[in-house]
C-alpha cells in the first residue's frame, strides 16, 4: 500500500480499495444477477450511484429497479441478505428514498414464506423507522387496496403493528390517517364471511375473529391518546377528529362483523371478546352509552352514514340489554317503559331485515325490553309512535312470511308478550289495528283468541269497558265479519271463521253478564244475525262449488280410464282431455279428491258450530220466558 | 223557645224591586227552623242562594214561613247534624277535585344534605344534570356515576336528562322538581316508584327494593 492508500483508509475507514466491496451490496447484485439476469457488477455499479445521488435526482426507474432487486432477493429466498442492506449504515440515504417499494414484497413474503418472517419483519421495522411516515402510509395503504383476495387476514395481522408505528410518528393529521387506515382495513374485513356456529368461530378458518381483536388492540394508543388530553380539560381539533373516527370504527365494528355474529354470554368467544373491546372504547372516548342509546348522541357527528348507524346503534342497544356487556356501569335509574320506548326504534329497525341473525337479535331485544314492564301497564297513547305501530306491523309478517321455523316461534312468543303489556284501552287498539290491517287468517284467528280471553278476564274479575261495555262492538264487528261477504274464501278463512264462531260461543253461553248492558246485547245480537246468515250463504255456495268439483274430478277419471283402454286397443294417437283449471291442478287424482273432500268436511264443522250457536240461542231464550 | 219573629214586610213591599232578594233571604236564614230552609233551598251562602232563587219564590217562602211557624228551634235536636251536613252539600265548592288525583301520598321521602339556591328549581321538560350515588337498604352500593378518583371528576360527566318526562323511575322525577341547583338530596324511594315487582336484576337491584339515591342537582338549564 502507497502512502496516499493509507491516509485515506485512516480518514474513511469504509474507502474500497482494489477488490474490496461492501458485503451488502455484493449480496444484494449476487441476487440480482441470479433472477433478472443483470451483471453482478453492473448492480453493484447502480447501488453505488444511488448512494451518491440525493433523493430529488432519483427517477421512477431507479424506483422501479430497486424494488425489482429487492424482489428478486426474496424470491430468491435470501431475505437475510435484503435485511442486512436495509440495515446497513450506509445504505440509509436510499433506503429513505426508496425503501417504500420494498414495503409490497416484503409483506408478500411474510403472508406467504413462514421461513423468512423473521427476517422480513426487522426489515419491515427498519423501514418504518427510516422512511418518512408519509410515503410509508401510501405504501401500506396501496397494499391494502390490492390484498390478495385469499390472504386478508394474514396480510392485515403482518401489517397492523407496523401501520401503528408509522402512524404514531406522525404529527399532523394523524386522526385522519388513523381514520383512512380503519377504513381500509375494515372495508377488506367485511369481505371475510362471519362465522355463526361455535365450530366455525373457534375455527375462525377466514381469520377474521383474529383480525378484529388486532384492530381493537390496534387502537389502543389512541385511546390513550384521547384520555391522556381529556385531562387537560381542553380538546383541540385534532382531538375531535381523533374520537370521531374511533368512534366511526366502533360504529362500522358493530355492523360488521358484530350484527351477524351469533353471540353468546355463556360462551365467551373472540367474537364476544371484541364486542366488549368495542363497548368499553365507547366511554373511554367520553361516548356514554346511554347518550348513543337514548338522546341521539351521534347526530353531532353528521359525517356518519345514517344508514350504518341504525343498524350499529341497533346492535349496541342487544349487546347491553340482552347480552348485558358492560351493564354494570349503565345508569339504573330510567324508567322501564321509556327504555322499551326508546329501544322498539332499535327492534323496529332490525326486524325490518331479512337475516336470520338480525332477527334474532330484534326478538331477543323485544322480548328482554318488554319483560321489563309490568303486565297490563303500557298507555295506548304509546301505539301513536310510529315505532310502536311498524315494530308489530313487521313482525307479524316475519310469523307470516319468514322461512325460518324457530324465528316464528319466538316471533309469536314476542307477539303474545307485546299484547299482554298493553293496558285494556291498548289491547282494544291493537286488536282492532291488527284485524283492520290483516292479511292472514292465522293471525286473526290468533287475535280473535286474545279477544276471546280478554272477555273472560273482564267477566271474571276485571269488569272495563273496552272489552264489557259498549266498545266491544266495534271489535265484534272486524271478528264477525266476512271479508268478501258470501263470496270469502272459507278455506283460506277458515281459522279466523272458526276462532269466531267460538268466540259467539262463548258470549252466548256467557248472556247473563253481557245481558246486563242491554244496548251492548241487542247490538251483539244484530251483528251475530247478520254474520250467521251469511256464512250459511257462504258455506253453502261454497258446498256448491266443491262438491261440483268432486264430480267433475270423477266424471274426469272414468273418462281417462275409459281412454287409456281404447289407447291399448289401438294404436292412434288420443286427444289430450283438457280438465277444467283448478287450484289443485299440480297433485294426483287421489290427493286432488281427497283435498275436495276434506274441504266438504270443514264445511260441515263449520255448520255444526252454527247449529251449535243456534241451539244455545234458543236455550237461552226459552229461559228467559 | 225565641219568641215568634215578627213579620215585617207586607206582601207589596216584598214584590217591590226596592226590597234586595238578599235581605229577605237573610231574614228566612236567621229565623226559620233548618228543615225549612232546606226544603225551600235557602240554605248556604246568602249570594249563592240570591242567584238561584227567584224573588216570587221568596215571597211564598215568607208568607209559607208565618203560616206554618217553623221557625229556629222548632226542628229536633239531631237536625243539628243534618244542619252541618246539609251546609257542606249546599255550599259546592268550587274544587271539587282531589288533590291526589292518582295513588295518594308521595312514595318517597327526602332528606335536604346542602341546600341549593332555592331559586332555579326545574320545571317539567328541563334539561338537568345529577351526580348521584344508588344503594340498596343494606348498603349495597348498585349505581354511581361519580368517578372514585377525585382528578377524574374534571373528565367525567353528571347524567343529563329531561326532567318529569317519564324517562327515569317516578322517584327521581318528582323528587328532581322540588329541588333547587346547587342541592345535595337524600331520596328515599318505595319500589312503587322505582323497579317495582321485578326490579332490575342485571343492575344489583332484587325485586320490591326500596332504593336510596344520593342526588346533587348540578344544573338546570
Redesign the interface.
Known sequence: MGNMEINMKWHFPNYTTGNYRNPSITGLAVRAEEILTMNEDKVYEIIQRWRDTPEEDLKPEDYQQFKDIGAACLSGGDSEQLLKFVQDEKNQGIVKSMGCGLLAPLVDEVVRNEKNHDHCQAAITQLTKICSPRNLLESIFELTEAIDPGAISDTTLAILPHLQRVLLQLDENQAACVGLALSALQKQLSRLPVPYTQQQEEADEHGLCRCCIALAVFTEPFIERLKKMDEKCKSTTEDDELKAEILKFCMRSLKEPLLEAELNQDRKSTLWLFAVEIMVILPAIKESLSGLLFFSSLRKFPIMDTSLTKDSIACLAYLLFVQLITIDSFPAVFNPVYVLQCNMEHINQLLSSKKESYLLKALALFAKSLEKVEDNSLPVGLLDLMSFYSAPQNLRQVLTDCPIKHLRESGLKVFQLFINKLDAEGKHKFFRCMLKTSDHAGIDSYIVKNIRDQIQLAIKCNANKWFLGMELLPLLELVLSLPQGAETDLLTNMDKIMESLNLLRYLLMRDKELRSNPGLWEELSRIKDEYLKMLRVCISMSRAYYSAEMKALKEDQKLKAKEAREHTRSTRLVKAITVKPNKVDHMSPEVQYQVLQSALVTFDLMESLIVRIDEITEEKLGKLH | MAAEPTREWSDEQLKSDDLPKKDVIKFLQDNAAHSFLNEHKLLGNIKNVAKTAKKEQLVIAYNQLFESKRFKGTDPVEDVTELVKAVKIEEKPKEVKAEAVDEGPPKYTKAVLKKGDKTNFPKKGDPVSCW?T?TLEDGTV??T?IPTAA?KK??A?P?S?KVGM?????G?DEALLTMSKGETARLEIEPEWA????G?P????PPNAKLI?EVELVSVD
Not at chain 2, 323497579?195 to 321485578?198: Q, R, V, W
Not at chain 2, 342485571?202 to 337491584?205: C, G, L, M, T, V
Open positions: 348521584y344508588g348498585f349505581d356515576n382528578k374534571k373528565q360527566k347524567l336528562f317519564g324517562k327515569v323511575i317516578r327521581w323497579y317495582g315487582k321485578k332490575l342485571e343492575s344489583k337491584i339515591f
